[in-house]
């Protein structure tokens, strides 16, 4: 039986990897091997956790403050090893991490294929975000099969010469993701609060925000909060050390505003489902958002999943402190407003994309 190695290290690769896991374990004609870097440590944890998946390689890489290149070093370093044990035929890494890149890397030194998972995605600009938008690109140059999400995506990749035959579009994990989690009972005080008032969630981490866009961002909801008492504002906090020393010093101690540890992805999945605003810089969020219907204000200049918004569900309201505000306000006064982006079409797929995938290993 052939082997298939899935790399991956973080929350939002956990959690759109895992259904994949699943699926592959469900078929039993390729025989799956789960390494995780523990680029992320808690937040992987948590997320395997959900999906009851027991990793057979964990290199725990996670450093406090880690620097992308040590990071990056690291993981090739320790990798090497686990290609050389397993010699597998094709290692599938996803998306967009230091992970994903040096995985891929790692492979490809060895000649070993590699099938990238969540391919395509662009915003064109290396900056933003900042460094995924080059590790997508990279992973993207070293994949033999690229697993795009969308047409769009597939043809972001035609544009660069891609050939067409090695290109599937599946949907997104993501969304099989979210059918995983929604299917489970749920609840908690995080929910309790929630149902307190008017919803909304808010998530915020993208290191090119790091600093005064951050800072902007959170003054606006802070104000938002004061004007709008009947809000109640949930904010799971990244464990990022220079995240949540902003978010804290933003936003501590207003009433209405909750900040919690991150949140395991079955409450979070379900306090998103409930919200009538969802404030994000996320990528998994905006596929999330826009899956469950609810309205999303995406907190970036420029996002490499624009399907969501051409849908209607999403709207890119950048990072200044008065266009956050004012988006946020208009659309959680202004009801024609609210239901004109309510339950707009999920362009992300049908939450059978891990099924796609899997039938596509076994024709290769
Ligand atoms: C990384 C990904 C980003 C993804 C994000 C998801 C890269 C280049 N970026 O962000 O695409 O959106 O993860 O969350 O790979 N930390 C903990 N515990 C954890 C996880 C992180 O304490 O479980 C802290 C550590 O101090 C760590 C820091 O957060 O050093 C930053 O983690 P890192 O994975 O380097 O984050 P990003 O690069 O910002
Ligand atoms: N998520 C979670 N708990 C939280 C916040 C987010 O489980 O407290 C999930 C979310 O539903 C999504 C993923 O984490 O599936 C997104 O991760 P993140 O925003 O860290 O990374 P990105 O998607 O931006 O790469």
């Not at 091997?33 to 725990?60: I, M, N, S």
């Not at 995983?180 to 307190?196: K, M, S, V």
Request: glycine letters at 8%; proline letters at 6%; one cysteine or more.
């Amino acid at each position: 039986m052939k082997t298939v190695l899935l790399v991956f290290g973080t929350r939002p690769e956990a959690v759109k990897m895992c259904p994949l896991v699943l699926e592959l374990r469900r078929r039993g004609t390729v025989r799956p091997v789960v390494c995780v870097t523990g680029q992320h440590r808690r937040l992987l944890r948590d997320a395997l956790e959900v999906f009851q998946v027991t990793p057979d390689y964990d290199l725990a890489l996670m450093e406090r403050e880690q620097s992308l290149d040590a990071l990056t070093a690291a993981c090739l370093t320790a990798l090497g090893p686990v290609l050389e044990r397993e010699a597998p035929n094709l290692v599938l890494v996803h998306g967009d991490t230091t992970t994903a890149l040096a995985a891929a890397m790692a492979a490809f030194y060895r000649h070993i294929p590699v099938g990238h998972v969540e391919a395509g995605l662009r915003t064109g600009d290396l900056a933003a975000p900042f460094p995924e938008e080059f590790n997508r690109r990279a992973v993207d140059m070293l994949s033999q099969y690229a697993f795009a999400p969308t047409p769009e995506a597939r043809e972001n990749l035609l544009a660069e010469g891609f050939d067409d035959s090695r290109i599937w579009v599946t949907g997104n994990t993501g969304i099989d993701a979210l059918r995983y989690t929604l299917r489970q009972d749920c609840a908690d005080p995080a929910l309790d609060f929630l149902a307190g008032g008017v919803p909304v969630v808010l998530t915020l981490h993208r290191r090119e925000s790091l600093g005064r866009p951050m800072e902007e961002m959170l003054a606006a909801v802070r104000t938002l909060a004061a004007d709008m008492p009947g809000l109640r504002i949930l904010c799971p906090v990244h464990p990022n050390p220079q995240v949540r020393k902003t978010v804290y010093a933003a936003l501590a101690g207003q009433e209405n505003i909750r900040l919690t540890e991150p949140m395991d992805t079955v409450t979070f999945h379900h306090a998103l489902a409930g919200a009538r605003l969802i404030l994000t810089d996320s990528g998994g969020v905006q596929e999330e958002a826009a899956a469950l219907g609810v309205p999303a204000l995406v907190l970036r200049e420029k996002t490499e999943r624009p399907e969501g918004i051409q849908a209607g569900g999403l709207l890119l309201a950048g990072r200044g402190r008065e266009a956050v505000y004012t988006q946020c306000r208009r659309l959680l006064e202004d009801e024609v407003a609210w239901k004109a982006m309510r339950g707009r079409p999920n362009p992300y797929g049908d939450g059978h994309a891990s099924e796609r995938i899997a039938e596509a290993l076994e024709q290769l």
